[in-house]
T-cell receptor, first 114, second 115 residues
Framework: DSGVTQTPKHLITATGQRVTLRCSPR?????VYWYQQSLDQGLQFLIQ???????AKGNILERFSAQQFPDLHSELNLSSLELGDSALYFC?????????????FGPGTRLTVL | AQKVTQAQTEISVVEKEDVTLDCVYE???????LFWYKQPPSGELVFLIR??????QNEISGRYSWNFQKSTSSFNFTITASQVVDSAVYFC????????????FGTGTRLTIIP
């Protein structure tokens, strides 16, 4: 158990809908990362937050947004969902968020868009 | 740009055999970190090891060992006396300042241990 929690574990929804994925980092970690794992794209970095502020952006679609709250938990919002958004979404956390840190991953949220 | 290549898509070995998973990386940065993660059938990503670019010492942890060679830009992972519980997808990953501090993953190697 990495100490990173993600809810829900599974999510099934329809095209065009909006969903919110939630992540709580390990105790003491200030940085949160979101990744998408799909069969065709592999593991892709989406976005990083550090202590409430956006720090780095990867291949995140404009339909997707995220935020980190004062208690350091983070939410990833996915809107106007398409079939291709079906994937496993991981949250990871690290102490400070620099390249010297180890990122510890949560169990993931499996999103299925029908 | 930085890149991680895991050329072995799938490997199957019989239990108790040794197996080596290959990882080759590219980066322009002189300071970087390499990682291995395990993704068992249950789906979570489990951290196994981190190695920085200035430490080329091989590491052994139980049945696991890692061989880091800067000369060939490789960071290979060996499992000795494999067990069925080692069946998983293994990912090699790289992070550096040049890569904007984001973790770049290889495509993974699916390892199946046959009982």
């Amino acid at each position: 158990d990495s100490g990173v929690t993600q809810t829900p574990k599974h999510l099934i929804t329809a095209t065009g809908q909006r969903v919110t994925l939630r992540c709580s980092p390990r105790s003491g970690d200030l940085s949160v990362y979101w990744y998408q794992q799909s069969l065709d794209q592999g593991l892709q970095f989406l976005i990083q937050y550090y202590n409430g502020e956006e720090r780095a952006k990867g291949n995140i679609l404009e339909r997707f947004s995220a935020q980190q709250f004062p208690d350091l938990h983070s939410e990833l919002n996915l809107s106007s969902l398409e079939l291709g958004d079906s994937a496993l979404y991981f949250c990871a956390s690290s102490v400070a968020g620099g390249h010297t840190d180890t990122q510890y991953f949560g169990p993931g949220t499996r999103l299925t868009v029908l | 740009a930085q890149k991680v290549t895991q050329a072995q898509t799938e490997i199957s070995v019989v239990e108790k055999e040794d197996v080596t998973l290959d990882c080759v990386y590219e980066t322009r940065d002189t300071t970087y970190y390499l990682f291995w993660y395990k993704q068992p059938p249950s789906g979570e990503l489990v951290f196994l090891i981190r190695r920085n670019s200035f430490d080329e010492q091989n590491e052994i942890s139980g049945r696991y060992s890692w061989n880091f060679q800067k000369s060939t830009s490789s960071f290979n992972f060996t499992i000795t006396a494999s067990q069925v519980v080692d069946s998983a997808v293994y990912f090699c990953a790289l992070i550096s300042n040049f890569g904007n501090e984001k973790l770049t993953f290889g495509t993974g190697t699916r390892l199946t241990i046959i009982p």
